[in-house]
């Protein structure tokens, strides 16, 4: 089975900002059929910023979204949030709460500080991955 990856706010941006390690990624991420998700909550962080710093860009995310059938999940509600308190910044927990909730394999972020690492890998069955250490995984 193809693994499934969690992509965070940051990298969408990137990859829409400018040609790149990030965009390369999403690219690389297709090419291996591997399923794609972002949550509400990330999807309309993205929008948000698109609109306010690359506005011509945001027709090219949103066809980017519906032509490789990016899965988009439901923000989890805050009974789902309390079992991961310990293991991230409060603003990212919905974030590394979503990516637990539908088993995914990979939560990709450029901002792995905000994470305890070492706890996700003790409580849940998911990697939290920089885009370099993606990338070199998949070369």
Known sequence: MKPSVFIDSNIWFSAFYK????????EKIQTLGWKTHISELVLDEVV???????????SLF??????NKIIVLKNPTSSQLLPYNELAEKHDLP??????????DYLL????????IQRVKKKAKITLISPKELWAELL
């Open 95 to 104: 974030i590394l709460a979503s990516a637990i909730e539908f088993k995914c």
């Open 109 to 116: 972020t450029g901002n792995l500080k905000d994470f305890n």
């Open 48 to 58: 948000r910023n698109i609109q306010l710093k690359i506005p011509t860009t945001l």
């Open 62 to 67: 949103v066809d980017y979204l519906k032509v």
């Open 19 to 26: 040609e790149g390690l990030c965009s390369k990624l999403l």
